[in-house]
């Protein structure tokens, strides 16, 4: 049977997980950083907000990976993940790109210069993994509540929770795979919850942008 990661988010804008095209990914968030078991081909990871957020223990996004976790270097030279490169002058969805990360000479180089989470660099590459899927449910600000009986699978704190009723996992996947309760097909369900319309594109990490309005990001403000 296949294994569910469950965590809480601290933010949620884009990066990780960053939900945008036929891939979701998870390069850069707790899950990685700790190295959760859940990383075989058909095991799951899901995101809630925590008990003091607005939108309190709803689920903010859930995916089946696609293939085995990916080491970075990887994940930085593969085609299929060229769009996820990060643009410090690009839109907001190209600020926010989780595919930072390059092997040069032995060491792990910054795509760009830029790097939309710096300052964490230390636990990003400490294990240096990647999570992909194409089946995924992401909601952002359009988070949704889960059944009662279910709730026993969100983490009460920081870390991740892998070690589930194998029921409840089952019922989990069966639910969110029949639709939410609601239908909602597999995709992108919603913006970001620290995304904020600005008529023409989204703009990421609404309060620390820069003055002018301009989709310049302060990198050290992006957590995960």
Known sequence: MSRLCTYIMIEDAGLAPNPFGVWCTLALCTPNHQHTSAREKGDWIAGFFGKKHELAHKLVYAMELFEKEIQMDDYYQRPDFQYK???????????????????????LGVHGG????????????????????????????????????????????????????????????????NGCGNGIKPGKHGDPLNFVSTGTESLACPGICNKTGTTQLNPQKIGC
């Open 114 to 177: 830029w790097n939309p989470h710096a300052g964490n660099e230390k636990a990003d590459i400490k294990y240096g993994i990647v999570f992909v899927a194409k089946k995924f449910w992401y909601f952002g600000k359009e988070a949704v509540d889960i059944p009662e009986k279910l709730r026993a699978l969100i983490p009460n704190g920081r870390g991740t929770r892998i070690n589930h009723d194998r029921e409840l996992v089952k019922e989990f996947r069966e639910w969110v795979e």
């Open 85 to 107: 490169k990060p643009k410090e002058n690009g839109t907001a969805i190209e600020q926010v790109g989780d595919n930072i990360y390059f092997k040069n000479n032995g060491e």
